[in-house]
Structure formats: structure tokens, C-alpha cells
């Protein structure tokens, strides 16, 4: 029996199992992340192109701020809970969208690595989930 239960070879299942695996990691490893997230940013633009109106991410902690006395005057407040629950998810996303993704600068070599060891071990760890022709 091979991998997967298959007739496949173990021995390709393994290496393009790594192969993937070493891909994946240098792609990975290849990408920058950088955020532009502070408390004067505005994260959240509202109106039209004269007159616009942006929430600031420090404007997000005065609600999440009453919600939590809220919530510690009375646990069952549900409104409290709401509000801190809210300003929370607000300020998650706007720490999210305002992340820049990017790669650094790599040779060509770097590059033709990774998409062989990535996509080439995804071929070969795939190939050995079919049933061999014997």
C-alpha cells in the first residue's frame, strides 16, 4: 500500500511532500509586512469628494472604552457587551486593511527555487495520491 492508500509511491508522497513544504516556506519567508496603523490614522472615510468626515482608529477606543466600564458596572448590560464586541472588531479590521504586503527583492534564481520546490512538489506530492499504472 502507498500513500494515501493508494498503489502511489510512498517515496514521491515524502519527497514532494518536503519539496512543497520548502517552496511554501521560502515564498512565505519572501513577503514583507508592514503596517501604517497608529492612533491619528484615519482608517474610516465618510462623504464625497468635498467634504469628507474620517474615523480616526484612537476615535474607535472611546466606545470600546465606555463598553468596557459598561460591561464591568454590569456583566449582563448587553448593550455594553455590543459596544466593546464592536469598537473591537472595528479596530481588528482597521489594523488589517491597513497592512501593506509586499516582496523583497530577490534574483531570478531565488524565484525559479521557489516555483520549482512549490509547484513541482505539489505536482510530484499529488501524483502519488493516484493509483499506479502496473
Known amino acids: 500500500m502507498g500513500a494515501g492508500g493508494t498503489t502511489g509511491g510512498a517515496g ?9 513544504c520548502a517552496g511554501f516556506y521560502m515564498l512565505l ?7 501604517g496603523f497608529h492612533l491619528g490614522l484615519g482608517i474610516y472615510r465618510f462623504g464625497v469628494m468635498g467634504s469628507s468626515f ?9 466606545p470600546f ?15 455594553g457587551w455590543a ?20 516582496f523583497r527583492s530577490m534574483t531570478a534564481f531565488d524565484l525559479i527555487v ?11 506530492f499529488l501524483s502519488s495520491l493516484r493509483e499506479s499504472k502496473k
Open 114 to 124: 521557489i516555483i520549482i520546490l512549490s509547484f513541482g512538489g505539489t505536482g510530484l
Open 83 to 102: 459596544v466593546a464586541l464592536g469598537s473591537l472588531a472595528s479596530l481588528i479590521f482597521g489594523v488589517i486593511s491597513t497592512l501593506r504586503i509586499g
Open 65 to 79: 472604552i465606555l463598553g468596557i466600564g459598561m460591561i464591568f458596572y454590569n456583566s449582563k448590560n448587553y448593550i
Open 29 to 35: 519567508n519572501a513577503i514583507t509586512v508592514r503596517s
Open 12 to 20: 514521491r508522497f515524502f519527497l514532494g511532500f518536503i519539496m512543497m
Open 54 to 62: 474620517s474615523i480616526t482608529s484612537g476615535m474607535i477606543l472611546i
